[in-house]
């Protein structure tokens, strides 16, 4: 009996191991942990994470669980990818501009001007963060596989007492941003940057510590700032923000070839479907944000021209910058606006 025992014993420990540290056999039951710094239902983690878990769950009959950890439960978000490589979460969502010491060649994707739509700016962050230069310079060294991503539409200025009349009126507005190139801009338009992950906006904006903030329109509602706000820009490009979900190398290496293979294609097509919910979300969002009392304000045409004029030079700053500290920044940048040639607002 007591040799019965001991070996049950035995195999489930081997068992319980294996899930964590070894290969996983075919037919073996495999649940990953999932976690994210989003707000419980944000947008973001609706149109990727949550859908994604279903199709890999129904591709694998069930084979495939998930745990899910939204709104900073496993941790902030600047420590989710070291919890990633280190496996206390399966996939993480890793936002570049929150671990912008290790994936600063990420924020090509968050150069204002760049494209006009989230799946322009999607499909080519895509193309580079799946299987390209970001792939090789930026994920690999990290030791995280991209699963999926989705690319913010073009981000706008929102301000909470400072009516917005013209690019003047920006100077010297104390303004959160995702650092980075995002900062470059910000001097450009004389404004004061201040960095900050997303959560932390509401409570910042509530004590007046800020005075506005660089966002997409969805963000605003995501993480319920609408009342917070009054004024915002409308059609402009202030950059944008890159939305993550990895998983590490060795983890990924663990499962089987087929789980591989069908996390893989559903990343890809997630992501594709992803930037197209929030292209549609565009208007419906805008419309929103003027039922709860924000103004917009279209720039006239010699205000977008100056406005033109002064944030041309930013991305070529952020690429000097990164060469400069031995990254690929030129590279990156040719690279990222050569995938974007090929990119339509819908594809």
Known sequence: MNRVISSGLAIAVS??????????????????????????????????????????????????????????????????LSLTVSGVTDIGYVAPSYVSDKMPLSAVAQLPGSFTTACQGTMAYWELASDGILAKREMAPNGVRLLFTVVAYPYQIFTSKQKLEGVKSIAGLKLRTTGGAMDIMMGKLKGVPIQMAGPEVYDSLSRGTLDGLVFPFSGVLGYDLQGLVKWATFEENFGSFVYNYVISERRFKQLPPDVQTAMTKLGAEQTRKACALVDRDVKPDIEKLKKAGVTFVSLPAAEKEALKQMLAPVSTEWAAELDRRGKAGAEVLKAFQAALATKTSTN
Do not use: C
């Open 15 to 80: 068992a319980v191991i294996g899930s964590q540290v070894g290969p996983v056999w075919a037919q073996d039951k495999i649940t990953l942990r999932v976690a994210d710094s989003l707000p419980v239902g944000h947008y973001i983690a609706n149109y990727t994470a949550k859908p994604w878990m279903d199709e890999v769950k129904k591709v694998t009959n069930g084979r495939v669980q998930f745990e899910y950890y939204p709104s900073e439960q496993l941790g902030k978000a600047k420590d989710l």
